[in-house]
Every structure is written in structure tokens, then in C-alpha cells.
């Protein structure tokens, strides 16, 4: 099966999916790309910060158009979302072929990583952009997310191994 034409930021958001087959709910992937994007992997997509963290509606139109070109699936347990790569040989192809490929290992960690580790990492990611400045954005991280806040630690544990790969 040869690979659809897709423009470079459809071919990498599939690319995240393929290389770990699935993942589940909105939330999580959106918050992987702009980790993924912070540690400079080529990702276009505007981000801005909402309720959950930082929110790309670019992001979430190209995976509808994924979904649409039946390249990834989109399966819904209640109200998550799961996505899923549609054929394991046009999968073998994308992550041939993929701009991505380097970051693999991080997109598999961050996998496994619980979303609202996500979240909180993401947004404090966010901050740091906005404020140019870790202390004003851990004060601002603790206001915003005081259900979260508890997993600091964790979430920046994970930020040095990731960063480190």
C-alpha cells in the first residue's frame, strides 16, 4: 500500500500515532505534539493555553482530516477518544518515512506517561514560553492547576529524561 500525499504536518501527526499504534483520548495527544513540539520535533501547529493545558484547534482539524482519509481511526469509549493506525503496512511506511522517527523513544514515554502529568507539564511548558521565566510560571502552574500541582516532581522528572533522549 504506498502512503497518501500529505502535506509534512498531516504525515507527522500520523507518524506519533503509527509509532505506538494507539492512543487513548484527545487530551493526551494533543498534549504529546506540544511536548514533542518543545523539544523541537517539526510541528506546526499553534497552540493556546484553555482549561486542560495547551490546545491546538489546527491540531485537532488535521486529525479529523486524518480520520476522514481513514489513515488513523477514531473510536469512542464514552467520552474518549481513542485513536488507532488503520493498516500495519501503510504504518511500516509512515515510520520509514518519517520526520519523526527521532523522537520514537519519547513519543513511547510520553505514552505511558498518565495524561494529567501531561497536562500539568504541558502547561507549565506553556508558561515558561509566555513568562521567559521557570519561577513566575511554577507560582502561575500552582494558581491554575492546584489539582494537579501535586505531580510537579513527576512531571519534571519526566521533562529531563525526555529531554535527555
Known sequence: MSIPFLNKNLRNIASVVASVGSIKGRKKLQKM???LKNLG????????LYYF???S????????????LKIIEEIWDGNLCLYNFKSEELKKNFLDNSEVK???????????TNTSVLELLSTYLYLIR???????A???LKIIKPHLYSKFEEALNLWER???N
Open 162 to 164: 525526555i529531554r535527555l
Open 53 to 55: 493545558g495547551p490546545y
Open 138 to 140: 511554577r507560582k502561575k
Open 57 to 68: 484547534v489546527d491540531l485537532q482539524l488535521e486529525l479529523e482530516e486524518l480520520s476522514l
Open 102 to 112: 527521532e523522537y520514537i523513544p519519547v513519543i513511547k514515554e510520553l505514552n505511558k
Open 41 to 48: 520535533a517539526p510541528f506546526q501547529e499553534r497552540f493556546k
Open 33 to 35: 505534539i506540544f511536548i
Open 130 to 136: 509566555v513568562e521567559e521565566n521557570e519561577e513566575i
